[in-house]
């Protein structure tokens, strides 16, 4: 089962910018819509961008989302102490019958 | 408001088998799918299966494949994953998740399964 690469780890100040990537293959983001979810401590995932780049409702407008060819990534901007969270990427993959790949997951700090 | 209610944390020695359910309200059922999501401890999230709320279709990952049924009751609109031949690494919190096309809208409270 194929996994999506995320960087382990991510940090920044308060206000700052902060971008996670997302790596993958043509199985799955590159043919697929990317989603990504955050993960506060103790707590069940929350879906921050689906669809690549589009918000849920109630998602301040400071996550947003991109994506690239086979890479994706997710932007924080103006970084606050709350966002201090796992983040996941996710999207589906067509090889193996189709199935589902989530990202390695990245901690990101608020410093 | 959308709703999907876990059944409560569950024990098995390794080589038993555990059945998880998934009530879900506040939306039509046969409207969206369910997925099954776990993380074990420490852990990234993985997913386990997928089933139709319309039609009761399933795909499953293939790393379960022949170890994880999924069901469904429509008249209580609940989903039930069964996983057999219990390991150890199957210790995990399984989340049951709406699933809007391709992404995932809402989550169960996570049910933890401990072998």
């Known amino acids: 089962q194929s996994v999506l690469t995320q960087p382990p780890s991510a940090s920044g100040t308060p206000g700052q910018r902060v971008t996670i990537s997302c790596s993958g293959v043509?199985?799955?983001?590159?043919?697929?819509?990317v989603n990504w979810y955050q993960q506060l401590p103790r707590t069940a995932p929350t879906l921050v961008i689906y669809d690549n780049y589009k918000r849920p409702s109630g998602v301040p407008d400071r996550f947003s989302g991109s994506k690239s060819g086979t890479a994706a990534s997710l932007t924080i901007s103006g970084l606050q102490s709350e966002d201090e969270a796992d983040y996941y990427c996710a999207a589906w993959d067509d090889s193996l019958n189709g199935h589902y790949v989530f990202g390695t997951g990245t901690k990101v700090t608020v410093l | 408001q959308v709703q999907l209610v876990q059944s409560g944390p569950e024990v098995r020695k390794p080589g038993a088998s555990v059945d998880v359910s998934c009530k879900a309200s506040g939306y039509s059922f046969a409207t969206y799918g369910i997925s099954w999501v776990r993380q074990a401890p420490g852990q990234g999230l993985e997913w386990v299966a997928w089933i139709s709320g319309y039609n009761g279709d399933t795909k499953y990952s293939p790393t379960f494949q022949g170890r994880v049924t999924l069901t469904t009751d429509t008249h209580t609109n609940t989903v039930f994953m069964g996983l057999r031949s219990l390991r150890s690494n199957d210790t995990a919190v399984y989340y049951c998740?709406?699933?809007?096309?391709?992404?995932?809208?809402?989550w169960g409270q996570g049910t933890v399964v401990t072998v």
């Open positions: 043509t199985s799955n983001v590159g043919r697929n819509a």
């Open positions: 998740v709406r699933d809007g096309g391709s992404w995932f809208d809402s």
